[in-house]
T-cell receptor, first 113, second 113 residues
Framework: DGGITQSPKYLFRKEGQNVTLSCEQN?????MYWYRQDPGQGLRLIYY???????QKGDIAEGYSVSREKKESFPLTVTSAQKNPTAFYLC????????????FGDGTRLSIL | GENVEQHPSTLSVQEGDSAVIKCTYS??????FPWYKQELGKRPQLIID?????GEKKDQRIAVTLNKTAKHFSLHITETQPEDSAVYFC????????????FGAGTTVTVRA
């Protein structure tokens, strides 16, 4: 969807380095999500945020951190504690309330140098 | 938590034939079931969704059916075309937290011309 922008498209991480992936949306959505996608697998939830200044861990939060200081923005930091960070990272957003369609950005592909 | 199984993992069909993908879920109280289409290297796009108070939903060549008793839902694509070739993911929400989606592992559909 044109309303969700992820950057950069490609990112390389060195050993011991933290990197931050950007996700911005102009859809006025309250909820935002980060997923990790590995080859041949479905999407796995890393973190999600239902509202500004609040976020919860998903199924695979270890080695990642997030913040939600603005409604439009939900950056994801991949820390050095994440030992296998190579993956395709997808950000999504949805309107307030559960059971709502989630709309995705174009993704960031993270690789290790 | 919610567990979603998706079959088959790969599906090859002749152009013009139908394609059917089936998913089963574990949480009998799940209420929302979206389907996403993902082309190579691109974002997942919502193609159709169904809620638990509906048994079937259609949108042109695409239909989804839901059997709550058996805890399964299926995607049906009729009159397949080459542009239907993609990976398709089913998902279901958790009844305990309906912001969270659990995804199937995906089905790679190839439409042969």
């Amino acid at each position: 969807d044109g309303g969700i922008t992820q950057s950069p498209k490609y990112l390389f991480r060195k050993e011991g380095q933290n990197v931050t992936l950007s996700c911005e949306q102009n859809l006025n959505h309250d909820a935002m999500y980060w997923y990790r996608q590995d080859p041949g697998q479905g999407l796995r939830l890393i973190y999600y945020s239902q509202i500004v200044n609040d976020f919860q861990k998903g199924d695979i939060a270890e080695g990642y951190s997030v913040s939600r200081e603005k409604k439009e923005s939900f950056p994801l930091t991949v820390t050095s504690a994440q030992k296998n960070p190579t993956a395709f990272y997808l950000c999504a957003s949805s309107t307030q309330g559960g059971n709502q369609p989630q709309h995705f950005g174009d993704g960031t592909r993270l690789s290790i140098l | 938590g919610e567990n979603v199984e998706q079959h088959p993992s790969t599906l090859s069909v002749q152009e013009g034939d139908s394609a059917v993908i089936k998913c089963t879920y574990s949480d009998s109280a799940s209420n929302y079931f979206p389907w996403y289409k993902q082309e190579l290297g691109k974002r997942p796009q919502l193609i159709i969704d169904i809620r638990s108070n509906v048994g079937e939903k259609k949108d042109q060549r695409i239909a989804v059916t839901l059997n709550k008793t058996a805890k399964h839902f299926s995607l049906h694509i009729t009159e397949t075309q080459p542009e239907d070739s993609a990976v398709y993911f089913c998902a279901a929400t958790f009844s305990s937290n309906d912001y969270k989606l659990s995804f199937g592992a995906g089905t790679t559909v190839t439409v042969r011309a």
